[in-house]
């Protein structure tokens, strides 16, 4: 079955780095395009950047372009998302996504708080 496993999220100041993981199992990695979700408190569940297959082709939300690069390791069956220059608007539980046969898949996520 389809597993996927965030980790690396933590709290942070203002102006800090984070490198999130997703480990993923059950399915072909190299031929699914994948995503990084967030969801803050009282907000829905957003897109933050999303990759191809070959990891070619990335797109951000405007919110961290600039800031953020999504990335993913085939060999590793793991997707990244390195986040610098944080800001305190950046918390939130992020999450990985694949889509597989139009079922959504979701890890469990992992906490990212920015805060002095």
Known sequence: QVQ???SGGGLVQP??????SCA???FTFSSSPMSWYRQAPGKERELVAAISTAGDTTNYADSVKGRFTISRDNTKNTMYLQMNSLKP???AVYYCNVVRYRSAYWGQGTQVTVSS
């Open 4 to 6: 996927l496993v965030e």
């Open 15 to 20: 102006g800090g780095s984070l490198r999130l």
């Open 24 to 26: 993923a199992s059950g």
């Open 89 to 91: 608007e950046d918390t």
